[in-house]
T-cell receptor, first 112, second 114 residues
């Protein structure tokens, strides 16, 4: 089946930028999402990008999409301790009835 | 506006016991989903309901049944719980009548089977 891969952990210092990477295999992926999960809570949509876009910026968040390499990244500028969470990459495509397929999640740890 | 509400929040079962996890959404969404989350495994889809009156298997349906009671409610039943079903269960909903339909999640049910 189609796959979404992420590294499991990322540790950064407060104030630095964080970059979380994701690769996917489905060349027909139409929408790519980033979700955030805080401890003890469900996932919340952070942002998404349509496959015909290269970049999307939303305040401290920048999403970059390299469709040729099937690579998605989420950059968080000026990372704060409140950004500590698990970040999930997900993709949806027509072949999957637009039901998102999730990666395993990247645990972001922000040190003071 | 509560969004997606799951009950109970926590549950401990003995092997062989049965239980039903409840989920309700108040966003008038057509589609509802059940996922399980296990350490290092991410989210895996158990069952989904694209619209009221329909249900379909996801990636890991064995040992589970679902009921789409009405547009608001989608329940997940474990008929005979096994330790392998110890997990955090998330219910989600989406509009699903257009191609970009992000999921809205509940806060999860933490289930332990001993």
């Amino acid at each position: 089946g189609e796959d979404v891969e992420q590294s499991l952990f990322l540790s950064v210092r407060e104030g630095d930028s964080s970059v979380i990477n994701c690769t996917y295999t489905d060349s027909s992926s139409t929408y790519l999402y980033w979700y955030k999960q805080e401890p003890g809570a469900g996932l919340q949509l952070l942002t998404y990008i349509f496959s015909n876009m290269d970049m999307k910026q939303d305040q401290r968040l920048t999403v970059l999409l390299n469709k040729k390499d099937k690579h998605l990244s989420l950059r968080i500028a000026d990372t704060q301790t409140g950004d500590s969470a698990i970040y999930f990459c997900a993709e949806s495509s027509p072949g999957g009835s637009y039901i998102p397929t999730f990666g395993r999640g990247t645990s972001l740890i922000v040190h003071p | 506006n509560a969004g997606v509400t799951q009950t109970p929040k926590f549950q401990v079962l003995k092997t062989g016991q049965s239980m039903t996890l409840q989920c309700a959404q108040d966003m008038n969404h057509n589609s509802m989903y059940w996922y399980r989350q296990d350490p290092g495994m991410g989210l895996r889809l158990i069952y989904y309901s694209a619209s009221e009156g329909t249900t379909d298997k996801g990636e890991v349906p064995n040992g589970y049944n679902v009921s789409r009671l009405n547009k608001r409610e989608f329940s997940l039943r474990l008929e005979s719980a096994a330790p392998s079903q110890t997990s955090v269960y998330f219910c989600a909903s989406s509009e699903m009548d257009r191609d970009n339909s992000p999921l809205h999640f509940g806060n999860g049910t933490r289930l332990t089977v001993t």
